[in-house]
């Protein structure tokens, strides 16, 4: 909503319309957009992005992008009206009690004490409500209700992103590390492989992943039965992860080298995109496919408004 991006409040007072009414910087289909429209406009982006005034080319490039924004915006409003597009005074007014309370303005003398010494008046503010209002409703109308998401192309992403989305899901594994002896060259790390080999074989035999990892394994975690508590994917070295979630639940690796020595890894548990986390997904899936959809179709229908309306710009 408008909420209070309307405002630029701390921000240094906008000149008085009257200063610069007269100065006409843009003609778009016959409607004249004022240089104290641009500086309105200013300020508000100014403020919204807690940044300080450019100087030069950089403020040139600042100002030529929010004339932009604000032809684009007229179209869309003349639109609005060709098409009948209305706003009811008493949605304007609840976004503007939302606004009050987000300036804390307790009284609407006070938000209007608030509003003069930024150079605005109510009637402006309310204006300006007005006509997000009617652009929101318009390209609802004309973007949002021709754009849908298909289950084939929810599929489609999921498959693509699958390891993108499957980040953050927890798993639970244990280890038994084989360390090679210090000094030994590759003689120590194949000592550490055949230890490996030897312990991997017991597990074959049925014996308990834990009772073997408290006896023969040569990191910390052994004491706990070699478990390496509940991880979150992108915790452990991508080698190491990749070894440990292709296995199934209760499934045991052969031995694997790492950078350290070799492990036995046991996978107990792990979250997969499926039940309400697959749910979940495919929502928010859904939701960035209808995002890009959108923008795009946005643009597209912003750029043939643009080509059929005479813009003449006077800056």
């Known amino acids: 909503p408008a909420a ?7 921000h240094e007072r906008l000149p008085d319309a009257a200063d610069v009414l007269d100065r006409v910087i843009c003609v778009v289909n016959n409607d004249a957009i004022t240089l104290y429209e641009l500086q ?11 940044e300080r005034a450019p100087d030069g080319e950089a403020r040139k490039a600042l100002r030529e992008r929010l004339l932009s924004h604000i032809i ?10 060709r098409d009948k597009v209305t706003v009811e005074d008493a949605e304007v007014s609840e976004q503007l009690e939302e606004i009050m309370k987000k300036l804390n303005a307790k009284t609407q003398p006070e938000f209007e004490e608030m509003l003069k010494g930024q150079g605005l ?19 609802r109308r004309k973007v949002g209700l021709r754009v849908s998401v298909t289950e084939q192309e929810i599929d489609k992403y999921l498959e693509e992103n699958r ?8 798993f639970e594994a244990r280890h038994i590390l084989f360390l090679p002896e210090a000094g030994k060259g590759e ?9 490996a080999v030897q312990v991997y074989a017991l597990l074959l035999e049925g014996q308990d992943f834990g009772e073997l990892a408290k006896k023969y394994s040569e990191d910390a975690s052994g004491k706990d039965g070699g478990s390496l508590g509940s991880l979150k994917r992108g915790e452990l070295a991508p080698d190491i992860e990749a070894a440990v979630l292709k296995l199934d639940a209760g499934q045991v690796s052969p031995p694997f080298r790492s950078q350290v020595g070799y492990h036995l890894f046991r996978l107990d548990s792990k979250e997969s995109l499926a039940g309400e986390a697959l ?28 080509q059929r ?5 006077r800056m």
């Open 40 to 50: 309105e406009a200013e300020a508000h982006y100014l403020h919204e992005n807690k």
């Open 121 to 139: 008046t109510l009637e402006a503010v309310k204006k300006r409500i007005k006509d997000q209002i009617m652009v929101q409703r318009l390209t």
């Open 187 to 195: 003689e120590g790390w194949e000592a550490a492989r055949q230890r």
């Open 163 to 170: 390891e993108k989305l499957e980040v953050g899901l927890s």
């Open 309 to 313: 309306a005479i813009i003449d710009i």
């Open 4 to 10: 209070a991006t309307l405002l630029a409040a701390g």
């Open 72 to 81: 684009e915006s007229r179209i869309q409003l003349q639109q609005a009206e």
């Open 279 to 306: 749910v979940q997904a495919r929502n928010q899936i859904r939701d960035i496919l209808y995002r890009q959809k959108y923008d795009a179709r946005l643009q597209e229908w912003l750029a043939e408004m643009k």
